[in-house]
């Protein structure tokens, strides 16, 4: 899985566009996040085909900025699921371990998507802490 970031200007359209490029294409979006800053959008969204996308993506006015590996937590496996301060726990162990938090965003299934700045070390801290 990777996640794909782009950013453009602001547009109401930019998820249509992209939920239907992608979509024509074949690729499913497993979690997505959207934010704008002044007269940009930006727009991080996870799939587990990234050439297909960035394909896709190229039909249209959607420039990728930077696709970037990520970790996956899934909440279920790690029981928090509903429990209230869980993601500020996760969050403190990450950085108290000296990982990066870049972004973050919700997924399909329960999961939690990280960008940091190196998901190997975080897949080795999360299955010591398991």
Partial sequence: MKDICIIHGLNPLILVELGETLGRAGV????????TLDNSSIVHFLVADEQAAIRALKTTTLQVDSVS???ILDKDNMQVTGKAGSFGGICKLLIENG????????AENNRFVFGVDNPEKITLLMRSVS
């Fill in 28 to 35: 499913n979006i497993e979690g997505l996040s959207l934010s």
């Fill in 69 to 71: 590996d990520v970790f």
């Fill in 99 to 106: 990982i990066i938090i870049k972004f973050g965003y919700p």
